[in-house]
């Protein structure tokens, strides 16, 4: 039997290895062709017309009349351009030689060949290019070849298309054909269509504006007796005698300087919220009316007396003056109005304003034209040159225009630009699996378990990235656990390591096979961070780890997990991952939004990050260096972490939210009042590389870190944890407990696999980003994306580049009750650099018996990290006490000499 097995399959060996020399041949063979017929008709371009006679004459004829060919690849190269250009698809004709070119490679590369989207494409491509040519030239000015532009396949059909549907239609047809030529080469390319439309749309809107409001212009000048052009200087701001209008002598006889101030008179036909989108240049000429409401000289009778304004309508009268315009209302109501006051008014409508205004409006009596003088000018006095009128304020507030007091935390660094996705790179890898790879692999599985006794209904393969998963069926009334256990055999008759037998899938009650492809797929973060899931995800902490085998970018929100566990052996990728992770937020959080904390023990991994300390990083503030690398300061930043954590659950606990959410929509809809000590929290993720060195020499590490993986989920503390080593001793219970979502890279040993996901699986892995995500429990096979240290560069180098806040983002400062010696007496033989507002607000502190960063913030027009800054200088200092939960800080002086004896004492006079 095992010899019949042997012989069997070393005949398959001998007719795999013919079939694979046949293909190499074939392939070859093409390539060949393809860049021969390439060269051909790249030449017969510019020899075609020279080459032409020689070809109509025989063999014969050629040789006796010593006629030579000029295309360089003989009389066979021209008459291969003569047949693919002129008799074909003309200029589109080079496109054949592409195609064979790359049927070739497919061929070598053994590729599949049927539905080839390059392939297809330059098919498309071709086909259009020839009708599209033929259509446009048919064959006038044709340099190429004899026929024509598009060569004779492109004119005849040009010219049938023509015949049935005529030119438009062939037009139409053309346009549509190459828009779905685009859609199908480039998804995207529809939106770049849109977008093209979009700008030429809004050019084309600008200069019909432009336009349009040139014409107005002239019209108005031609309309005007001259006087238009002596409109006198902008007249000076009006004094109380100025502010009313001068009676209207005949312009023409006045001098310049002496003319009353036109007025204009509007007569929008829209309602006041619909025109006020429309530029001012849209609307309609105006009447000119003299201040006191008549009409300028020359201007007819009809235009003299404005019509009654239609219900809804009203009639803006406006002086040709830059400081205001005069409006009649519905009711025939005029209302004169300052600019100054109107401004005012228009912000917050001065009490005493208003029901004068509104009485003037509601009452029926009131006379056609009444003149409400805003400002201090007696209405009555006639005389005066500017005076600025507005219809009626109440219409003018419009609601939507008023700004939203909501607070965005954006603002803070308005200008920030996240970085672009160009940064990136993207690892362009045409591996593919095969057709032959995917039936190879499918029949050796069925064998094996044809050999073991038992037989399969059916077998799917998916294709991910790195591993196919085959997904079979077994037959009724074989146990799952029997496959399981051929785990082994399988992966010895396929040759391959990383074999993973997920027996049953589940939510599936199918069995899996995971095999290795032959090429692996390199991910790119480039192609993870522009998904559509990634950019679409809603997630707070959105992260994009890499692709699924079902070939989807795996999306997951950090602040659900709520902690990350990450683990692999060395050199397998989990660098890599946690700069993906990193890199994920930073393409999608705002610096006010995200802070990390990066603790890094091999020094090397985090310190790129360090220019981006003031956007995104947050130390505490007796921290010179915002990646710690020190294990003894590491301690002291999650100590100083807790303290925060605890801050911010008091903070949530006296605003009555129960998360960061909840508290920060509070807090932005301004229902949180920052004088008691709110303010907008930003997610903190702490990233800690290498956790294994980092307990072992500083065991206390444990404490904190379990204190905030335990309760620090709710307020937007988040822990990513890596290790190389995966052992007991580093990832203990405790930790295991409070991180349920954790990634596994490839480890050597099953032990390990099994203490980091308490399954084995890990060591089954083929390394360099292939990994396994568990949460809960439930675990996912994902290709890992590559980001490279030189993209994480230029994303820090981009983001470092802009605006950003003045310092790291402030953690409370730590230091250990005990002490440690050592770093004692480091910090207290220190001199210590006192805020220039130290003493002022230290005097403050102690005159007003109260203090706190808020107040520090609010009364001396400071940033919230200063503030705390000097808040702490103070606590140092020993003039307030140490913060207690949300409870105001003690104050320890209590009269000021004794304060200023401190100060002295300090240094500060
Ligand atoms: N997702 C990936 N795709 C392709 N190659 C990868 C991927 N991840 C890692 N690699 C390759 O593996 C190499 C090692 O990766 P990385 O530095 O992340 O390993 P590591 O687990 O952090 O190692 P160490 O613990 O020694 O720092 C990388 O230089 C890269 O060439």
């Not at 020279?50 to 063999?59: I, P, T």
């Not at 997610?683 to 590389?689: A, L, P, Q, R, S």
């Not at 949460?775 to 590559?786: E, F, M, P, S, Y």
Request: contains cysteine; glycine residues 8%; aromatic residues 6%.
């Amino acid at each position: 039997m095992a010899s019949k097995n042997t012989s069997s399959n070393s005949r398959q060996a001998v007719q795999r290895s013919n079939s694979d020399s046949a293909r190499w041949i074939a392939g070859l063979l093409l390539l060949f062709i393809g860049l021969f017929a390439a060269a051909a008709v790249f030449f017969s371009f510019f020899s075609w017309a020279a080459d032409q006679s020689g070809l109509q004459k025989s063999v014969e004829e050629r040789v006796t009349l010593g006629i030579e060919p000029e295309n360089l690849c003989g009389w066979a190269g021209a008459r291969l351009g003569m047949l693919l250009v002129d008799h074909s698809f003309g200029l589109f004709g080079i496109l054949i030689p592409a195609m064979i070119v790359l049927v070739g490679v497919r061929i070598v590369r053994q590729r599949p060949l049927l539905f080839n989207h390059s392939i297809l494409s330059l098919f498309l491509i071709m086909i259009l290019g020839s009708l599209t040519l033929g259509f446009a030239f048919a064959n006038r000015w044709s340099l190429c070849c004899s026929t024509g532009w598009g060569g004779a396949f492109g004119i005849a059909s040009s010219a049938l298309l023509r015949t049935h549907i005529g030119a438009f239609g062939t037009l139409i047809l053309l346009v549509g054909g190459w828009i779905l030529t685009g859609v199908f080469i480039n998804r995207n390319f529809i939106n770049k269509v849109n977008e093209a439309g979009n700008v030429v749309v809004d050019k084309s809107g600008k200069v019909v504006e432009i336009l349009k409001h040139k014409v107005v212009l002239h019209g108005r000048a031609a309309g005007e007796d001259g006087a238009a052009e002596d409109v006198p200087e902008p007249a000076p701001k009006p004094g109380p005698k100025a502010a009313a209008p001068q009676p209207a002598p005949s312009k023409a006889a006045e001098p310049a300087a002496q003319k009353p101030a036109p007025i204009r008179v509007e007569r929008p036909s829209e309602p006041v919220a619909a025109r006020k989108s429309v530029p001012e240049e849209d609307e309609n000429p105006f009447l000119e009316l003299t201040p006191d409401g008549k009409p300028v000289a020359g201007e007819t009778a009809a235009e003299q007396t404005p019509p009654p304004a239609e219900d809804g309508e009203f009639i803006e009268v406006d002086l040709s003056r830059p400081e205001g315009r005069v409006v009649i209302g519905r009711s025939g109501l005029v209302e004169l109005e300052r600019p100054a006051v109107r401004d005012a008014v228009a912000a917050e409508p001065a009490p005493e304003e208003v029901p004068e205004r509104e009485a003037a409006q509601s009452d029926p009596d009131a006379p056609f034209t009444e003149i409400t003088v805003l400002d201090d000018a007696p209405a009555a006095e006639p005389e005066g040159v500017v005076v600025t009128v507005e219809a009626n304020e109440a219409k003018l507030l419009d609601e939507k225009a008023i700004p939203t007091e909501s607070y965005d935390p954006l603002k803070d660094l308005v200008n920030y630009r996240k970085p672009p996705v160009t940064l990136l790179e993207d690892y362009i890898s045409d591996s593919e699996v095969s057709d032959e790879e995917i039936f190879e692999n499918k029949t050796k599985i069925e064998d094996t378990l044809k050999n073991f006794g038992i037989p399969i209904q059916r077998i799917k393969a998916t294709v991910g990235p790195t591993v196919t998963l085959y997904e079979i069926v077994q037959a009724q009334g074989i146990k799952i656990s029997k496959v399981q256990g051929l785990e082994n055999d399988i992966a010895q008759s396929l040759k391959a390591l990383g074999i993973r037998i997920i027996a049953p899938i589940p939510g599936k009650g199918t069995i899996g096979i995971e095999v290795p492809n032959r090429d692996k797929q390199v991910v790119s973060m480039y192609s993870a961070v522009r998904s559509l899931r990634f950019q679409e995800s809603k997630a707070e902490l959105p992260v994009v780890i890499g692709r699924t085998i079902q070939n989807e970018n795996y999306v997951f929100d950090l602040a659900k997990m709520p902690h990350l566990l990450v683990a692999g052996a060395t050199g397998q990728g989990k660098s890599v991952g946690l700069n993906a992770i990193i890199t994920s937020l930073l393409y999608r959080k705002h610096p006010a939004q995200l802070k990390f904390v990066m603790i890094d023990p091999k020094m090397v991994e985090f310190s790129l990050y360090a220019k981006i300390e003031r956007h995104f990083l947050a130390k505490m503030e007796s921290e010179d260096d915002a990646i710690i690398t020190d294990p003894k300061k590491a301690v002291y930043t999650l100590n100083s972490l807790c303290t925060e954590m605890d801050n911010r659950l008091e903070l949530c606990k006296k605003a009555g939210a129960r998360n960061i959410a909840e508290y920060n929509e509070k807090f932005t809809s301004r229902r949180l009042n920052p004088m008691n000590g709110h303010r907008y929290l930003p997610y903190i993720v702490v990233v800690v590389d290498e956790f294994a060195d980092l307990i072992m020499t500083a065991r206390e590490v444990e404490g904190p870190v379990m204190r905030l993986a335990q309760k620090a989920r709710a307020i937007g503390i988040h822990l990513i944890i890596a290790t190389q080593r995966p052992d007991v001793k580093v990832i203990t219970g405790g930790i295991k407990a409070n991180f349920p979502a954790r990634i596994a890279f490839r480890v050597m040993q099953m032990i390990d696999s099994r203490t980091i996901i308490d399954q084995p699986g890990a060591n089954q892995l083929i390394g360099r980003g292939d990994m396994l995500f568990s949460k809960d429990g439930d675990l996912t096979r994902i290709q890992c994306a590559l980001v490279e240290t030189r993209e994480v560069e230029r994303i820090c180098e981009y983001i470092s580049k802009q605006q950003g806040y003045t310092e790291a983002y402030t953690l409370p400062d730590y230091t250990p009750d005990g002490g440690d010696a050592q770093m004692g007496s480091e910090e207290s033989s220190a001199p210590v650099k006192y805020d220039s507002l130290f003493a002022e607000i230290a005097r403050d502190a102690v005159s007003g018996g109260q203090i706190s960063t808020s107040m520090i913030q609010r009364n001396y027009e400071v940033g919230f990290n200063r503030a705390g800054r000097i808040m702490m200088q103070l606590e140092r200092a020993g003039i307030v006490g140490r913060q207690q939960g949300a409870k105001p800080r003690d104050i320890l002086y209590h009269d000021l000499p004794s304060l200023e004896a401190k100060l002295q004492e300090l240094g500060l006079f």
